[in-house]
């Protein structure tokens, strides 16, 4: 009897993310694009772009760039505990496969999934926006896909209260760079190996709205959440599945 | 030797298949309080083997199943499958595996679903698909194939995690209360199941409290509580003869005559009757003697199986 077959399984956690999680990424988005975005397009009409002159810029910079944010959360969300605290993983994983593999799979496909729903999201924007640029955007997700989700995929292994774990790390990482950052002393050695949160802003505008990016930055956030998602990989490889 | 064998005494020539070594799991909380789940337990279990486990709530029967699919590691010894590390042995041969609780996505259609641990188990999609529609008719399902998981009743349930199991041809399935929740009609059709599943190079483990379902399908029954094996009985009644042992009989003529054969016979109305008697051979003769006189002899019951005593006398009694 051959082993489990993952890459055909791969069709299967693509459809649940889309039933799951996809659709409500979509919708989401869609509600607070428009709450946010379309009366400011209205009042400035052909003025509004992301044209570094035009005041619509910062919008839509920091709409779309929370909108990802929120995608990768909502993605992210159990995407190792919910099985475990559910047990599926008893079913799962008495099969011939690795739950190693498993869930690295799951993981990129979950990352094909939020592109894939940025991709309608960004579409649409491109739309109404001509100048939003669709490639930028996308790159953008992945780059926070990467490093938040990687950071996410770490804690999801780790502890069963990933949400609410990640939402923590990440706000917590924000207010203690911004009080110790910039102050002298040991404190502001030590919030430097924090998330590196406070790039993504900087970053949001440079991929975004100009299509750059400082390569350090990028390399770093890309980097800090590959690291916890190897980690993560090898807790699962290690450590055990149950409680 | 009454029933009670240890693993180096098992009469089976047969390779071990599963090899728990002094095994022992503890979980420590985080205050530091600590609890062991399982306590020096060594066990051997050959091939074609059907191997029942018994315990009370807590003895630590799922712990020990959760070591043995590699889901938790032992805090101490070591479990082997075949000689690999469970985890190792299940990656690359899987395991047939019913959960006590069966955990479903509950989103999920019960037919979708066992094509999904098909493809998990290896199966191409026509091998899946085929397979499926043949555990959907044997186990009953035809008309809850298009349900969700959420709808299925207990009992549907439970036949949709034994179906998930039986999926592919393994050489170990792992049953932890396979009965659980299933009708008598189910719960024979079960056991007539299980019996078709025994074959020679297959092992099976069943962990149950039903102590007449693991009398009737097991070889040997492994009672362990608190964590620790108390004992291994071997199912046989004929190596097994208790000391003193009761029964009931029933007859279907010839009541009269059961005082002769056996004096101390207490009436328990309706054709039946206790007797007690010191050996088999002592119940063969007097029962020979009764049917001599005229009695026609309906059925002869021991009061507790072999097992059943057993378990009393590790446990106490069962629940």
């Known amino acids: 009897m051959s082993r489990g077959r993952l890459g055909q399984y791969t069709l299967w956690q693509f459809r649940d993310f889309v039933v799951e999680r996809g659709i409500a990424i979509v919708l989401i988005g869609l509600m607070l694009g428009y709450v946010l975005i379309e009366p400011l397009r209205r009042a400035l009409g052909p003025a509004f772009s992301i044209d570094a002159k035009s005041p619509g810029r910062p919008v839509l910079v920091m709409v779309s760039s929370s909108i990802v944010s929120l995608a990768v959360l909502i993605a992210l969300n159990g995407i190792v505990s919910t099985d475990r605290k559910m047990g599926y993983y ?6 011939p ?43 953008y997700t992945a780059v926070v896909f990467v490093a938040m989700g990687g950071i996410g995929f770490f804690i999801s292994v780790a502890t069963r209260f990933d949400w609410l774990t990640l939402a923590a790390v990440w706000l917590g990482s924000r207010i203690l760079r911004d009080i110790y950052g910039e102050k002298p002393g040991f404190l502001s050695k030590l919030v430097q190996v924090l998330p590196p949160v406070h790039k993504l802003n900087d970053l949001a505008t440079d991929i975004i709205a100009n299509g ?15 690291v916890f998602f190897v980690l993560g990989l090898l807790l699962l490889r290690y450590g055990p599945l149950a409680d | 030797m009454d029933g009670v064998s240890t693993a180096s005494h098992f009469r089976h020539a047969s390779s071990i298949v599963i090899d728990f070594r002094n095994v022992g799991k503890t979980y420590r909380s985080l205050l530091g309080t ?23 709530n807590g003895a630590g029967k799922t712990t020990l199943i959760a070591m043995m699919l590699g889901y938790l590691r032992p805090t101490t010894g070591t479990v082997e499958i075949n000689g690999l590390s469970p985890r190792e042995y299940v990656q690359r041969n899987g395991i047939g595996y019913l959960s006590e609780l069966v955990a479903i996505n509950p989103k999920w259609r019960a037919e979708t679903a066992l094509i999904r641990y098909a493809t998990l188990a290896g199966m191409s999609t026509s091998q899946g ?21 959420k709808a299925l009743s207990k009992g549907n349930l439970q036949r949709l ?3 998930q199991a039986l999926l592919r041809d393994d050489q170990i399935l792992v049953l932890d209360e396979p009965t659980h929740g299933l009708d008598p ?3 024979q059709k079960f056991r007539d199941i299980v019996t078709e599943l025994r074959r020679p190079d297959r092992t099976i483990l069943i962990a149950s409290h039903n102590l007449d379902e693991l009398q009737r399908l097991a070889d040997r029954v492994a009672i362990i509580d608190h964590g620790r094996l108390q004992r291994v009985v071997s199912t046989g009644y004929e190596q097994s003869a208790p000391a003193v042992t009761r029964f009931r009989l029933t007859l279907a003529a010839g009541y009269d005559r059961i005082l002769e054969s056996f004096p101390l016979a207490e009436d328990a109305g309706r054709g039946e009757y206790d007797v007690t008697v010191g050996s088999i051979q ?24 072999v097992l059943e005593r057993q378990f009393r006398e590790a446990v106490g009694d069962p629940q």
């Open chain 2, 129 to 149: 698909r085929a397979r499926v529609d043949e555990l959907i008719e044997l186990l009953g399902l035809a008309e809850h194939r298009a349900k969700k998981v």
């Open chain 2, 161 to 163: 995690g034994l179906a």
């Open chain 2, 185 to 187: 009609v189910w719960t």
């Open chain 1, 212 to 226: 750059t990016a400082v390569a350090s930055d990028v390399v770093w956030l890309m980097a800090y959440g590959a």
């Open chain 2, 282 to 305: 002592e119940l063969n003769s007097a029962l020979a003697d009764l049917i001599r006189r005229g009695a026609l002899v309906a059925s002869v019951v021991p009061e507790h199986s």
């Open chain 1, 97 to 139: 496969v690795s739950p190693f593999v498993y869930y690295a799979q799951l993981f990129f496909v979950y990352m094909a999934g939020v592109l894939a729903s940025m991709l309608v999201l960004s579409g649409l924007l491109h739309w109404v926006v001509p100048s939003f640029s669709i490639f930028h955007f996308l790159l």
């Open chain 1, 90 to 95: 008893r079913f799962l994983f008495a099969k």
């Open chain 2, 34 to 56: 600590s609890v062991k789940a399982v306590e020096e337990f060594s066990l051997q279990v050959p091939e074609g083997e059907i191997l029942g486990i018994a315990g009370p």
